[in-house]
């Protein structure tokens, strides 16, 4: 359900800060050869998290004709809902919250999410290999430690083994259930080297190669946008710029799967 925060004025009173979302690099520096990942996501992701209460008593439904009383009937919202300007704010930063107080202490040698030092692999090292990550967690025994990376509600497990792997996810969704946060059981996928898309890309490993793609139905879209561009160009130098801009963002938004390293 979604709540029109803009054409109510709401939205032109509310604030909320510039915030960044991971990109194919977040992801990357959890990965190596033969990493095993499993996805969680979280249900109902904005109505998981509670709206600052100044804002509570002027967001509601009018229900008086819906009820047909003869009084006006008001039903206040109390949660981050869809069309309201602080909830993609307030909802990353609640599962970002989620994701630290799961992966609890790093010293803790009973936590799967346990890890010993971070290893630094950086261009102009002599030392630097273009097929690990510039930055990554290792546990005591150099192997890389289990990790989460989180795009909104998509959250991606990642670990050096099956089973690791798979105690990361269930740790997730406990921790996801103890704080009252829903854990969307039914989209949970195997724990697999091959698993579904994430955030629009597709990550996948084997014993020998990490394989970054784009989603098929995101490259479907793309080739249609540019047989669109290219049309367009066909028919004159004069474009409508809403609609170019829109595929530029797009554009964008798929080569981002392609790092530059």
């Not at 033969?34 to 709206?51: L, Q």
């Not at 002027?58 to 006006?72: A, H, N, P, V, Y």
């Not at 704080?179 to 969307?184: E, K, L, P, S, T």
């Not at 989209?187 to 579904?196: A, H, N």
Request: glycine share 6%.
């Amino acid at each position: 359900m979604v709540y029109d925060g803009t054409r109510s004025g709401l939205n032109d009173v509310l604030w909320a800060p510039w915030f960044p979302l991971p990109t194919v690099n977040s992801h990357l520096r959890l990965v190596k050869l033969g990493t095993f990942m499993a996805i969680n996501d979280v249900g109902e992701c904005f109505h998981n998290w509670m709206m600052d209460e100044r804002v509570r008593k002027w967001c509601g439904i009018d229900l008086t004709l819906m009820l047909k009383s003869k009084e006006r009937v008001w039903s206040r919202w109390n949660r981050c809902a869809m069309g309201l300007r602080p909830s993609p704010y307030v909802s990353v930063r609640g599962v970002l919250w989620l994701k630290e107080e799961a992966q609890g202490k790093a010293s803790d040698q009973d936590n799967v999410f346990r890890w010993e030092r971070v290893e630094l692999n950086l261009p102009g090292d002599p030392a630097y290999s273009p097929v690990r990550p510039w930055v990554s967690k290792r546990q005591k025994e150099g192997t890389l430690a289990a990790d989460v990376v989180s795009f909104v509600d998509d959250i991606r497990i990642t670990g050096p083994t099956e089973k690791e792997t798979c105690q990361a996810s269930q740790v997730m969704a406990k921790e996801s259930a103890h704080r009252g946060i829903q854990d969307a059981a039914r989209k949970r996928q195997d724990v697999s080297q091959t698993p579904g898309a994430w955030a629009g890309l597709v990550v996948h490993t084997t014993d020998s190669s990490v394989i970054i793609m784009v989603e098929q139905t995101k490259w479907d879209k793309t080739k249609v946008r540019l047989q669109w561009v290219s049309c367009q160009l066909d028919e004159g130098p004069d474009m409508e710029y809403k609609p170019l801009e829109r595929v530029r963002g797009f554009l964008n938004y798929v080569m981002q799967v392609y790092p530059f390293q």
